[in-house]
């Protein structure tokens, strides 16, 4: 969609994810936010000016973080973000006795996609210094959040409250969608909305 009305989109992988190097055990919040100012200093570099910066779940949280920290971000936009990893409603693993076996044994095993993944603490341990709320009130520029009704991993709480917190916010709620927007229908309302917040 984008690129069809000439607007030029650069996809990245995280640290550990997909095609890039490291271990994905070692990821942190911390280290995803350096991987998206890393990505806004090289598209500088290849002159563009104008950047949105688009996440998703985790990427949506790093995402906001990262909007806060450069003046070159004039768009957000956000898919399902988790604002508060560590809330004990984002998944089971994170309530209390879950990162408590977590802390002892140093480790946890994430599930992606069916496969379990290792994951270690300091994931968790980054988590706690790392919310989207008060980056909320830091970024000034027009952000969007797109957020399922039903999202059964990201509560849709969690997004109304960064919402509020943000200076030039927009908020959509899609009805009976998940949290993969799984359904067709959803899908395509999501896209359609965050490409008209960027287009426009």
């Known amino acids: 969609v984008l690129n069809r009305v000439g607007l030029s989109s650069f996809r990245i992988d995280f640290f ?94 994430y599930t992606k996609e069916g496969r379990k993944i290792r994951l270690n603490y300091t994931f968790i341990s980054d988590a706690a210094k790392n919310t989207a709320y ?14 399922g009704e039903h999202d059964e991993i990201v509560p849709v709480s969690q997004s109304k409250k960064t919402y509020s917190l943000l200076k030039n916010g927009s908020f959509h709620l899609i009805k009976n969608a998940n949290h993969r927007f799984s359904q067709k229908h959803h899908f395509s309302e999501m896209v359609a909305v965050m490409s008209a917040y960027i287009i426009d």
């Open 16 to 109: 550990g994810h997909g095609e890039s190097q490291g271990d994905f055990a070692e990821i942190t919040a911390s280290k995803a936010v350096d991987n998206y100012l890393k990505a806004i200093s090289y598209a500088k570099t290849k002159g563009f000016s104008n950047i949105c910066l688009v996440g998703s779940s985790f990427g949506g949280l790093t995402a906001l973080i990262a909007a806060s920290k450069s003046p070159s971000v004039k768009v957000v936009c956000l898919k399902c973000p988790v604002s508060d990893i560590v809330r004990p409603e984002v998944r089971s693993y994170f309530s209390k006795e879950g990162i408590n076996r977590w802390k002892k044994r140093g480790y946890t095993y």
């Open 134 to 147: 008060e980056p909320a009130r830091k970024v000034k520029v027009p952000t969007l959040i797109v957020h």
